[in-house]
C-alpha cells in the first residue's frame, strides 16, 4: 500500500505548473509551495505537469528545479520526478557508473524488484542512456556477483502467489544444501540457478524446506557459504521472497539511520522507490520491529526541506 497521499479532487496539472515557476521566481525558492504540489502527485500527474512547463514556459521542470535546491533534498526531488522505471534505471546508471560505484545500491535495485518490473527497467535504461544495464553491469562487476545479476535479469519468473509443488522445492532445498553447507567449499552456481530461476513464492517454499530438513535457515546457509556482494544479492532476493520486500526494507532503512550519521543515499532511494509501492506496510514493519514510527525516525535523521518532503513521502504515522 503507497504512503503517497494526492488531493481527493484531481488538479489542474497547468495550474501546478503555473504555481511551480511562481515559486521559483524572485530571491530565493518558495520550498514549501513546490513540495506541496509535487509530493502530493503521483506518477502520471507529475509526468504532465512537467509537459505542461515545458509547453507554457519552454523550460524543462527537472533542470530548473535543479538550480534551484541544493543537496539531499535536490538529489530526492529529482529522483521523485521520475516515473518508477525511469527513477529504477537512473538509480542504477548512477551506481554502476558514477564517479562513485555503488554496487551495493546497484544490486538491491536488481534483486528486489519483479520480472514484470525488470523488462521494463531494462528497456527504459537502454532508451534514456543509450546502453544495455548488462553492458554496465559487466563493466562493473565480476564474477559470481556479476552471474548473479546477469541471470536474474535475464531469466523470466512467475510472479504473485503462484503454485508452488513442494516436492521441487524439498529438491531444490536438497540441491543447496549439497552445494553448501554439506560440502567442502560451495558450488555457486547452484545458488544462482535456484535464486535466479525460481519465483519468490517457490524460493520461500525452498527456505521452508530447508529450514525443515536441516533444522537450520537458509538464510543461514548463504551466510555461511557466500560473501560479499554475491551474498548480499542472494540474501536480499531470498529476503524479499521468504519474508517481504516491507520487511527489507524497513530493515534497509533502519541500517541506513543506525548509528553515528546518516546514509542519506540508502534513505532516499528507499523512500522514494517505495512511496507509491508499499511504504504503509514498510512503516508497519518499521514499527514491529524497531518499536519507533518510520517516520519519527526519519524526523530525527534530517532536518530542514529535505526533511519535509521525505516526511511529505512517507505519510504521517498510524495507529498500529
Not at 192 to 212: N, Q, T
Request: net charge positive; glycine share 6%.
Amino acid at each position: 500500500m503507497a504512503s503517497l497521499t494526492v488531493p481527493p479532487v484531481p488538479t489542474w496539472p497547468r495550474q501546478d505548473a503555473i504555481d511551480l515557476h511562481r515559486a521559483f521566481k524572485g530571491f530565493g525558492c518558495d520550498s514549501t509551495t513546490v513540495i506541496n504540489i509535487l509530493a502530493h502527485r503521483d506518477a502520471a500527474q507529475r509526468a504532465l505537469i512537467q509537459q505542461e512547463y515545458r509547453a507554457v514556459f519552454n523550460q524543462d521542470l527537472a533542470r530548473r528545479i535543479a538550480s534551484e535546491l541544493s543537496g539531499h533534498h535536490k538529489r530526492a526531488m529529482l529522483l521523485w520526478l521520475l516515473d518508477p522505471a525511469a527513477r529504477d534505471a537512473t538509480i542504477l546508471k548512477q551506481a554502476l557508473t558514477g564517479d562513485v560505484t555503488d554496487l551495493r545500491a546497484a544490486t538491491e535495485v536488481v534483486c528486489s524488484r519483479t520480472p514484470s518490473q525488470l523488462q521494463i527497467i531494462r528497456h527504459t535504461y537502454r532508451a534514456r542512456f543509450g546502453c544495455y544495464v548488462e553492458h554496465d553491469v559487466t563493466e562493473r562487476t565480476s564474477g559470481d556477483h556479476q552471474r548473479l545479476l546477469l541471470a536474474y535479469l535475464a531469466i523470466p519468473r512467475a510472479e504473485g502467489a503462484a503454485a508452488v509443488d513442494p516436492s521441487l522445492a524439498a529438491l531444490d532445498a536438497r540441491e543447496l544444501f549439497k552445494a553448501g553447507e554439506r560440502r567442502l567449499g560451495t558450488d555457486e552456481r547452484a545458488f544462482i540457478r535456484v535464486f535466479s530461476e525460481r519465483s519468490w513464492a517457490h524460493l520461500a517454499a525452498v527456505a521452508r524446506a530447508y529450514h525443515h530438513m536441516y533444522d537450520r535457515s537458509l538464510e543461514q546457509a548463504v551466510k555461511g557459504e557466500t560473501s560479499g556482494n554475491f551474498g548480499f544479492g542472494l540474501l536480499t532476493v531470498l529476503r524479499c521472497a521468504a519474508d517481504s520486500p516491507a520487511r527489507y526494507f524497513a530493515k534497509v532503512l533502519h541500517k541506513a539511520m543506525k548509528g553515528l550519521g546518516t546514509s542519506d543515499s540508502a534513505l532516499i532511494r528507499v523512500v522514494v522507490t517505495r512511496a507509491e509501492v508499499d511504504m504503509q506496510y514498510i512503516k508497519a514493519e518499521y514499527h514491529r520491529m524497531y518499536k519507533r514510527s518510520l517516520p519519527d525516525a526519519i524526523h530525527s535523521e534530517t532536518s530542514g526541506n529535505y526533511r519535509t518532503f521525505l516526511l511529505s513521502l512517507v505519510g504521517r504515522d498510524r495507529t498500529y
